[in-house]
């Protein structure tokens, strides 16, 4: 059975940082894309980041240049550096994991989801 489980989320000050993690049990790191999502209150989930096979990463034009996507297979854990973090980053952050590859930052590719972390950001 696939399990995610994040954590790291929190309340910040616009400007600050905050690294999620995301634990994976039961998954194979290379079986496909993964990813972060997020979803703002009244607002559709959207693609953050997502890394490839371990190597192709792609990410939101709202967040290039200040999140980054990495990965630790030997430690079945999947990251999101969160830098000059802004309120409209504000949301609940989901890791997803998919059973193929391509089109990763579409969250119909993924099939694998946790539960969530909220992030806060404030002005």
């Known amino acids: 059975q696939v399990q995610l489980v994040e954590s790291g989320g929190g309340s910040v000050q616009t400007g600050g940082s905050l690294t999620l993690s995301c634990v994976v049990s039961?998954?194979?790191?290379?079986?496909?894309?993964m990813g972060w999502f997020r979803q703002a209150p009244g607002k559709e989930r959207e693609g953050v980041a997502s890394?490839?096979?371990?190597?192709?990463?792609m990410y939101a034009v709202s967040v290039k240049g200040r999140f980054t996507i990495s990965q630790d297979p030997a430690k079945n854990t999947l990251h999101l550096q969160m830098d000059s973090l802004k309120p409209e980053d504000t949301a609940m952050y989901y890791c997803?994991?998919?059973?193929?590859?391509?089109?990763?930052?579409?969250?119909?590719?993924?099939?694998?989801w946790g539960r969530g972390t909220q992030v806060t950001v404030s002005s």
């Open positions: 997803a994991a998919a059973r193929s590859s391509g089109a990763c930052l579409s969250e119909i590719v993924y099939y694998y």
């Open positions: 890394i490839e096979r371990g190597t192709f990463r």
């Open positions: 039961g998954y194979t790191f290379s079986s496909g894309c």
